[in-house]
């Protein structure tokens, strides 16, 4: 991958994770509403199918350039997952616990779900989650239905990747049959990353068209947003599936429709920037290194910032900081993130060397056996 196309994923990765960050934290029950960044209070799902387009993407070309076995590309998607996920998991039953005695009242609503612990530890690690019509919410942690998403996305690529012939056929088929409607709602959107991918490996595009893409894309997003268009598609879907399917059974897919349309601007200009990332000069070292930097905590904040801010409003109750709950609040979680996310991310790499020689050790017998 060109250096300049890398760093410019890293930057739209970490962007997209500071604004769900955003989005959250102005909610009224942690500080209430951010000065001037409240306005980006509604872009939630558009950050998250910004991270479904990128996944999508990275997905194909590490398939096509680094991880060319089976084994390579399962070793390093569960290593990308659970050097997360376990770190992000326990941390919000730690977090919810001493919360929830410090302030009940904000541990009351439907944001925070406890019951059967077993039963949502299982599901979480699982990826489990959000199968069919399900929502196993991981305690206070929202945020953690996308993996429920993202990680059957990465099962479904491999089976139509690495698999052949009628095999490969069944497996998609037995796989869609076990995710169900909901997940599904949302693949096009992901696969928009991979066409991305692969369209600008086959077809490279001069610097014009890269640059009226790349431009046009943001422009076409703008336009989209700032004239109604997702909330006109949602009311089209309530008027098509009813609202009480639409929010009790479609939950996190029900904005599919306004989905694709952002899915559909953030691909093409995934496809514009790899056209202009060959042309323009190679970035400075003083704009590469802080891009990385941000960029190394990406998962983390995504997977651990929710049930930060629920504890730390809960702390700012408790301990009578109310008059100072917008930076107790705001800046809380994202120390959190900087002092754990750095070391939590890098364990990546030797739970990745885990994963592989466990494979080994599974391949070797059935080799002696033939």
């Not at 999508?56 to 997360?84: M, N, P, W």
């Not at 941390?91 to 609503?109: F, K, N, Q, R």
Request: charge should be positive.
């Amino acid at each position: 991958m060109h250096r300049n196309l890398s760093i410019y994923l890293d930057l739209v990765r970490f962007l997209a994770a500071l604004m769900v960050f955003v989005v959250h934290a102005n909610y009224e029950r942690f500080t209430g509403g951010i000065p001037v960044l409240w306005h980006f209070k509604d872009l939630g799902n558009d950050a998250v199918m910004v991270f479904f387009v990128l996944s999508g993407f990275v997905i194909a070309y590490v398939a096509d350039q680094k991880e060319r076995t089976i084994e390579e590309y399962a070793a390093s998607r569960f290593a990308r997952l659970y050097s997360v996920v376990v770190p992000a998991l326990i941390l919000t039953m730690l977090l919810d616990a001493a919360g929830s005695v410090l302030e009940p009242s904000l541990y009351s609503g439907r944001w925070y779900e406890y019951d059967d612990p077993l039963v949502r530890i299982l599901a979480s690690l699982s990826f489990t989650n959000e199968l069919w019509f399900s929502y196993t919410r991981p305690f206070s942690n929202g945020p953690f239905w996308s993996l429920g998403y993202e990680a059957w996305y990465y099962v479904l690529f491999a089976a139509a990747h690495f698999l052949r012939g009628h095999t490969r056929t069944v497996a998609v088929a037995t796989l869609c049959l076990i995710i169900g409607p909901k997940i599904l709602l949302l693949l096009p959107v992901w696969l928009l990353g991979v066409w991305a991918y692969r369209y600008s490996a086959r077809v490279p595009l001069g610097a014009g068209q890269g640059g009226l893409l790349f431009v046009g894309s943001i422009a076409g997003y703008l336009a989209f947003r700032l004239n109604g268009g997702p909330d006109e598609l949602l009311e089209f879907s309530k008027e098509l599936f009813g609202t009480e399917f639409l929010y009790d059974k479609l939950s996190w897919s029900r904005k599919f429709l306004s989905s694709y349309v952002i899915g559909a601007c953030v691909a093409a200009n995934f496809v514009g920037a790899v056209a202009l990332a060959r042309r323009l000069p190679r970035l400075p070292v003083w704009m590469e290194q802080p891009i990385r930097y941000c960029a190394g905590f990406t998962f983390a904040l995504y997977l651990m910032h929710y049930p930060l801010l629920q504890f730390f409003a809960a702390l700012t109750v408790a301990v009578g900081l109310e008059p100072y709950r917008l930076a107790v609040v705001g800046l809380g979680p994202l120390a959190v993130v900087w002092l754990l996310g750095g070391s939590i991310e890098r364990q990546k790499g030797p739970l990745k060397a885990l994963f592989l020689s466990w494979f080994d050790r599974e391949q070797q017998p059935a080799m002696r056996v033939r």
